[in-house]
Each structure stands twice: as structure tokens, then as C-alpha cells.
């Protein structure tokens, strides 16, 4: 669970509904037709941007801003040293036991391609061709929620523009031109939020989260080749500590 | 042939003519001149921007992003699992007779020039140059309709200010310039929908389609340098599979 | 000569006018104060961001935008099929008597080099060199001409702040507030139309032009390199086509 | 301490608060509510973009803005000087006694590995290891702070829009425009001054400090790598020199 | 010298005094108070974005943008040609009485490295470490005016929005509107100037003379490298002309 996301759309929303309470109702700000062309000409548009599956993929890549359940550095670097610590005395088939125990696809795979005796060069192609590719899947998706941050200020715009063009054709009674602006500015208002609450802040987080599991990735990979390559389990510790920042290294020291 | 983009112009269109006619007369918003400022300058800073095959060859690029018909991923690796075993049991040679049932031109000449006998290296050089050049030209396409995106609404501002200039000029009755005014924004109205509805998102799609069919042409590489080099089908499709997130991958497990 | 520049300009300096005429006589917008602050200011700031040369070689580089005379990359396979059989049967140094006859600069060189015996990575160094810095010299040009495209509506911008502020100060009579204010935005439409009808088309020509340029130079460098490594005229066939898409291939097939 | 950071921050404000104080108290541009918007719904908007540890750590990391304790780049040679010499002439085991003296994590460990007698060559990979993601947490600060410099105007726009919603709505009386307009400013103005006097030149001075450090450990780097391969002293100095600005070098000549 | 910069500062300021002096006295246009804001405030911002040392070394900066000795290109070769000469004939020690006679740093430490007889691998590591930190503080030098650029510009509109709110507080007297709103946009104004016809040029420049920069120096380098490789003075001379634009060339042909 992703507490930040929450708090953040809860505390950043909460204050926009304070500000406006302050100066008045809530009721003048709620337009359903402004939302409906805001909230779904952005959803048209991105339909012509991206493939179906991609736009129906975006809730899901949504969740994906509220959960996450990553191994923790120390954890992948732990596993690695017992690993590592086991191959060397026992040798590399006594990992096979272990695999059916790990929960983690990249990393069972790769220790199982080890066991199987595919030589390091094979290894390291076919799990960085995942990690490369796994990248790409990760940038569309945050890719996609990036282009709603784009297109929902556009929208915003061209529903501004709208009203503009209806009120001053009408601007008869000058008494109707404020309330008239009022409401052609709120599309623009409903695409700023759109993109700056939620779109672009989204795809932000869906970016670091990439981050977070690429990082992950890596020291598995590192992990595995040095395993495979039968090397000494310290020079393998400090390899994967060398991903961390100093204060979130695993040392033997007490 | 590509839904999305139908029902993405379908619904953003209809969502804009809705909104505007809730508040007036559609015929307020069709202005023939100002579509033509808008489309005909936008086309010809476009011949200035680009050789005339190029704009012209715009009309075929925009079709494809209404039909699109790629191998999936899951029938290349299911081929070059056949091919791969086909070879191994009966040398490369015996893929010849197959050739000439291959659709896929890339796939086909990749697989000639295996039978051929060429070095994997050199296959890999000419077989990268062809993905590398479509990667290029694919971008061209892509940048073609990126810069018509960004011409409309230039061509909108231009229009809106050459109509507030003629207003300001005229300004004696206060009376029209409601009018005026309105009739000056439709440029910017129409340079904004079609940026953001129209060449601004059909330019992502043409981005996504280029990097699906990349995809496919490398594992259909790695795949054909694979079956040069005469590697195991398992490996083979292991490779294969690292392009794939897990749930699209080819297991042989029921 | 490039058609689609004569009339990408004809086309839409029309259109602007005619929507101009549709709603005023054309002397309204013409203003030679406001010409002379946008297309002097934006001189002016470009001799601050570019050497003299840079800046006057920039009428030069402006009208290779109208004008190209590249080879096909047709004829530069046709004209390595034949170089290649030639030098397999008779002989690399009977391509010496051809030299004189090569129009092309860098094809001429790259064979006299291969002539003359160096090694193929030699050629391939200075040949490589030749063309990332004919690609930064292109660029360079490019990017003198956005420059100019960026520079035009700022001084645009500053031309009509100072109307703004001249009108600001003498508001006395509301009735010259019009007129002065039209005047004021003269400038703006100057900067806009130099900038998005002019100067950045011409710039994303230029790049065109560049890429087109160095595509074929690659094809010739990959060209030379093959003759110097004496491949058999198939393979060099094969590779120069893998630069070009499939329909403007050169086939033996009749 | 950076003293650049305090008195960039006392000028800037400083400016601010005189220019406001020439035309008006001080007071009419002080509105909490105002304050609360902008900077509470862009710390939750940063909530949404970030995982909470981010968020929280933008505190420390914007304490890094004024203070900083790198080694000078002369200090590094001398210290490699050393070094060098020492290997030469004892060995490079008498490098040991000298390591529990050495403040900096990063020369130490380099200088354990190469004590230990590792191959320069996985020195290199860990040590490389180590700079690249070191580079990395330090964009991802630099990025947060930047985040916030982005997010601040957009609230601040948003504030500036829900203002004017709401006097147009209560247009009726036109005394109260003006005031009601100067407040909706007010969240403008504080996202302008948060985004361009805080957070955008602070995300610049953590880039530059990044830089700055990276450069240390690269020379860093490249001085372990020469002793640990052997090499002479003086082309130890040499190459360390060669990472600096001629004015900058350590000479022997005095 | 560099002309360029002196002729557009001096064009482009005196075309935007001759603008204002159109339709105004210059004193409506000097305001010390915005001057102070702007200038004061963008130099506030770049000490809390730059260590103390960048900011005034601004200064030094900003002379290079009106001076500049480099060698031309044409002597760098017609050097190489002659060492190059000398070497073959003479032994590579010949060069060593001429190396206290060499102006340039680079230069001169790069054949010394040669005469030392260094590998030509060092001396290539060494001399692109040296190019490749220059450039990086080139682009330093050219990102803090670049920097100065977009604050400017900012802190103008900091300032016009306090005018504004000013203005509206005390909109009662419509007399004054005018006058102080055209106050109020000075700032912008003065902004604009500085940021497009004075530190964003430079910033140009600056780029552009260290490209000019580097190209000389990887001349030198690909030169001292020829000769420590004892190349032949031909080779040498066509792999530096390949740096080049035909018409550039250095060619013994008469």
C-alpha cells in the first residue's frame, strides 16, 4: 500500500475544496457537462493516441500508484550471500532445491538458467533483454498517464475557448458576462487539476516505481552472474553493495 | 483495422460538438475562412518544412493509424520454435522449401540469407541497418504529424491575432465587438482541436505502432541469428521469451 | 529545385493575406517601424548568439532550402553493383581510370583511398569523421535558422510591451486606445508569422535534408568499406538495400 | 556552508519585499489561505508523485543546498601523489596502516579492494557501480526539488482560477472586482516566487554540486585504478590533472 | 575581438530605442525600482542555483563572448604536416627543441607526451579526458548565462504581478489605472530584453565558440595521436582534412 499517493490526493483535493469554500459554495464549481467534455475528450483522444489495450491497461497501471510490494535491497543481497555462500560449498546444483521457494519470476529464472548451466555471456543477454524490455512495458505506462496529464489542460482549453466564443456572441447583456466566464473557465480549472493533482504527479510516482524494480533487477542480475561465474561471496557483496547508498549496505560487522 | 482511433475521434469530436451545443447553434462555430487559414497554412508551412513526397505521403501515413495487421509475438516465437527444431533435426538447409510461405519480408530474407550460409555477423549487420533505417523512417512519419500539431495552433494564433487587429481598428461600436472578437477566436478553437484531437495523438499512435513492430523485427532477428549460430530450441525460446512481460510468454507446460 | 518550399510559401503568405482582405484593406497591417524592430531586433540577437560567418552564411543555407541535387540512393546502388563486379574480376586498381568521372567529392575520395590500399578501418575512420562533422555543420546551420525562428516572436513580444506601455501612459482618450493597441500587435503577428510560417519550417527542412544527405553517404561508406574488403557484389547488394524501405529496393529481378 | 544559497535567498527576497513595499504595506500580499493552497496542495501533489521517504528526504536534501564538505580536487592529487609513490617504492600493501586515516568512504574501500589485491578490472566495476548509482539518488533529489518547482505555479494557477470563478460569478458589484482579482493574484504570485527564487535554483545548485562531487570520485577512480595497475607516479599526476582546468593543476615546478 | 556581439548588442538595443522613441519619451521606459527587481532578483536567484565562484566568474564568461584567439584549422594542419614530416625523417625526438615554442597548452603537453615515447593509448586517455571535462565546463560557463536567461524573464513577471495587485487594490481612481499598470509591465519588459537580446544569445555563443573549440582540439588530438603512432604524413593529413568542410581543405595542389 502506497500511503503517499492517498495522502497526497487527500490533502492536495482537501485544499482545493477549502479554498473554494472560503470564498464560496461548492455548487458553483460542479459542471457535469464541463466534466463529461474534460474528463472525456481526453479519454477520445488518448484512444486515438494508444491502442486500446493500452487505455483500458491505464487503471490498472493506475492501482499500480497505490500498491507495491518490491523485495527490499538487504533482502535480494541476504538471499545473494546464502546463495553465493552455498554454491561454493556444496556446488551450484545445490541451488535447485531451493528454487521452487522463490516467489520472485526474474530472480527464480535466472538462478534456474544458472543450475541448467547455460554459460554467464548466455545468462547475462537473455536477462538483460528482460530487464531492457521490462523498462520499455514500465516507460508506456507511465508514458500513457503522461499524455492524459497533456491532453486534459488541452480539453480544458478548448471548452474555455467555447464558452468564450458563445458568451461573446451574446454579449448583449452585459449582467450575463460574468456568470457566462464563470463557467467556460471552469473546464479550464477541471484540466488543471486533472493534469497536476492526478495525471502528471501519477505518472511521476509510476516512474520511480520503475526505478525502484530496474534497480532490483540489476542486482539479480549481478547476483546471478557472479554466481555463475563461481565468484567469492564477499567480492559478490560488495558488488551488490555497491548499488546502495552507504547507510543501506549489509555489512557483517555487528 | 485500429478501433480506438475511430472511437477515440468519434467520442472527442461528439463530446466537443455536444458542449457546444448546449449553450448555442452549431452554425456559430463553422466559419469557412477561418478553417481554411487554419488547414491551408498549416499545410503550406508544412510543404516549406518538408519535400512534398513527405506531405503527400502523410495521407498513407495517417491511414495507418486506422489499420494495423502484425504478427503477434506469440506466433513468432511458436515459428521459430518449429524452425529451430526443423534445423536441428534436419539441418538449416531444410528450411529452404519453407521460405517461400513466409509472409513477413523481413522474416523471409533474414531466413534466406541463413540458408544462404552467411555469417551470423554479417546477417546481424544487414538484418540491424534494415530495423535501424525503419526505426528512421518510422520516426519520419511520426514527426511529419508531430509538426502538423504544432503548425495549427501557430496558424490559429495568427488568425486570432490578424482578427483582433481588424477589431481594435473598428472599435467605434462598441456593439461589435462581441462578434468580432468571437469570430476571431474560432482559429484559435480550430488550431487547438486539431493539435490535440486530431495530429498531436494520431502522431503517438504512429510512436506506439513503430515500437511494436520494432519489437517483433528484433525477436524475429534474434531469433534467425539464433538458428545461424545453431543454438537449442530451448534456449531459443527462452530468448524469445525475455522480450514478452510473463503473462504473454510461450510456455510449452499445459 | 524544391517545389514544395516555393509553394509551402506561396501558399500560406496567401492564405494569410486573403484572410486578411476578407476583413480589411491590407494597409492596415503594414507597418514598417514594427518590421524593422522584429526582423532588425532578431539580427541583432543572432550576431550576440552566432559569429558574423554563422549569421551571414545563413542566406546561403536558407536557400538550400529551395534548391537540392542529391544522387538516388538507386543510382548509388547501381553505381557500387557495377564498381564491385569490376573490381572482383579485374582487379581493385582498375577502378583508378573511373576516379575522374565521379561527380560526388566523398564517393571519389573514399575510392581513391580504397585505390591506393589503405587498410579498411583507416578508410573507415576518416570517412566516419567526414561525416559526423558534415552532420554537426548541418546542424549547425539547422540550428541558426531556429534560432532565428525563437528570437523573431520575442522581439515580437518586446515590440508589443512597449506599445502596451506607450498606450498605458496616454489613455486620456478611450478612443485612441483601439487603434494604438492594433498597432502595438502588429509586431507580435510579425514575429509569429516569421517564426511558424518562415524560419522553423526552414529549419525542419534543412534537418530533412541533412538526414538524406547522410543516409546516402552511409550507404556509400558502407559501400567502399565492402569494395575494400573485396565481399562478393550479392552481399554489398544486400546491405545497401537493407538502408531503403522495401519498395525503393534495386532488384536483378526484371 | 554555502553562502552563495543564504545570500541568493536574503537578495531575492529581499528585492521582493522592497518592491512591494515601494507601492504598498506589506500586508495586502500576505493571505494564508493563499499560502496554504500553493504550498500544501504542491507537498501533496509531490505526495502523489513520490513515495513518502522522498518527500520527507527533500528536507534534508534541500540542507545539502547550504552546506558542503567535498575534498578539493588539488587535495585528491596530492593525496594520489602519495600514494603512488609509496606502492612504488614499498609495495602496495604499506598502503594499508594508512587506510583507517582516510575520511572519505569512497577512497577507502577503493583502496581496500586494491590492498586485497582484486583485479583492477572488478575494482573498476564496483567502483564504477558506485558512481553511477551515487549519480542516480542525486538526480532523483535534484528531480524532487524540480518537481516542486513545477508543481508550485500549476497551484498556483489553479488558485489564481478558482479566484476568478468566483468574482465573475459575483460580478454585480464592480468595486469589489479589483480587490477580489488582487487576491486571486496572490496564488500566482506565491507559485512564481516558490518555483523561481526556491525550488528551481535549488534543484540547480544539487545538480551542480552532484556534478562536482562526481568529478572527485571519478578522479578518485582513476588514481586507484593507476595503482593498482602499477603505474608511474607521474603519469598518475598526469592523468588526474588532465580532469581540471589548466589553472587548477598540481605542479611540481614551484 | 568578436565583432558579432558588439554589432547585435548595438543594433538590437538601438532598434528598441528607436521603437520606443516612435511613440514616447525614453524616460517613460527607465524605472530604477523594476530595474533593481529584475536584474537584482535574477542575480539573487543564479547564487542560491550556483556556487559563489560560477556567479562571478560570470563575468569572465560573458568577456568571452567579445574576444576569441583560436587557431584556425588550416594552421593546426599545416603544423601537423610539418612535425609529421619532421618525425618520419628526423626520429620523434626531433620534435623536442620545438616544443617550448608552441603557444597552445594542449598542444604543447600533448607532443611532449609523445616525445616521452608514452603509449599512444595514454596519451589518447589523458588528452580526451582533458577535451571531454573542457567541454563540460564550457557547457557550465554557457548554462549559467543560459540560467540568467530564464530567470530574467520569470522575475519580471514577479514583478508585473505585484504592480498588478497593487493597481487592483486601489482601482478607485480609474484615472490612474493606465499609468500604473504600464509600470507594472516595465518589469516584463526589461525581463524580455535581458533574456532575449542579452544572456540567451550569449549563452549561444558561448556554445558555439566551444564547439569551435573542441573541434581544434580533436584535430591536435587525432594529429599527436598519427604521430606517436609514426603514421604516414598523407594519412595525416587526409584524416584531419576529414574534420573539415571542402572547402577548408588544406591540399598541397597549387
Redesign the interface.
Known amino acids: 500500500m502506497?500511503?503517499?499517493?492517498v495522502?497526497?490526493?487527500?490533502?492536495?483535493?482537501?485544499?482545493?475544496v477549502?479554498?473554494?469554500l472560503?470564498?464560496?459554495s461548492l455548487m458553483?464549481?460542479i459542471s457535469v457537462?464541463s466534466a463529461?467534455?474534460v474528463l472525456?475528450?481526453t479519454?477520445?483522444?488518448?484512444?486515438?493516441?494508444?491502442?486500446?489495450s493500452?487505455?483500458i491497461g491505464v487503471i490498472g497501471v493506475i492501482k499500480n500508484?497505490f500498491f507495491s510490494n518490491l523485495d527490499t535491497p538487504a533482502s535480494v543481497i541476504d538471499k545473494f550471500k546464502d546463495y553465493a555462500n552455498r554454491a561454493r560449498r556444496e556446488g551450484i546444483l545445490s541451488l535447485e532445491p531451493l528454487l521452487k521457494e522463490i516467489d520472485d519470476?526474474y530472480m527464480r529464472k535466472g538462478l534456474q538458467?544458472t543450475v541448467d548451466g547455460?554459460e554467464p555471456q548466455?545468462i547475462q543477454?537473455?536477462?538483460e533483454?528482460?530487464i531492457s524490455?521490462?523498462q520499455?512495458?514500465h516507460e508506456?505506462g507511465a508514458d500513457v498517464v503522461a499524455?492524459l496529464g497533456t491532453?486534459a489542460p488541452?480539453?480544458g482549453?478548448?471548452?474555455t475557448?467555447?464558452?468564450?466564443?458563445?458568451?461573446?456572441?451574446?454579449?448583449?447583456d452585459p449582467?450575463t458576462?460574468?456568470?457566462a466566464?464563470?463557467v467556460a473557465?471552469?473546464t479550464?480549472?477541471y484540466g488543471?487539476?486533472l493534469?497536476?493533482?492526478?495525471f502528471?504527479?501519477?505518472s511521476?510516482?509510476l516512474k520511480?516505481r520503475s526505478?525502484e524494480e530496474v534497480?532490483i533487477r540489476e542486482m539479480i542480475l549481478?547476483g546471478i552472474l557472479a554466481i555463475s561465474k563461481g565468484e567469492n561471496p564477499r567480492?559478490i557483496e560488495?558488488?551488490l553493495n555497491?548499488?546502495?547508498?552507504?547507510k543501506d549496505r549489509v555489512t557483517d560487522q555487528p
Do not use: C
Open positions: 502506497d500511503l503517499a499517493t495522502i497526497g490526493i487527500v490533502l492536495s483535493f482537501g485544499l482545493v477549502a479554498a473554494i472560503t470564498g464560496s458553483v464549481f457537462p463529461l467534455i472525456g475528450g479519454i477520445g483522444a488518448a484512444l486515438v493516441n494508444y491502442p486500446l493500452y487505455v500508484t519470476d538458467l547455460l548466455t543477454e537473455i536477462m533483454t528482460e524490455y521490462l520499455e512495458r508506456t499524455v491532453l488541452a480539453m482549453m478548448i471548452g475557448v467555447i464558452g468564450l466564443v458563445q458568451m461573446l456572441q451574446t454579449m448583449s449582467s458576462i460574468g456568470p466566464m464563470a473557465l471552469l479550464t480549472l488543471a487539476i493534469a497536476n493533482l492526478v502528471n504527479p501519477m511521476g510516482k520511480t526505478k534497480l549481478e567480492i560488495e558488488k555497491s548499488f546502495l547508498p552507504p
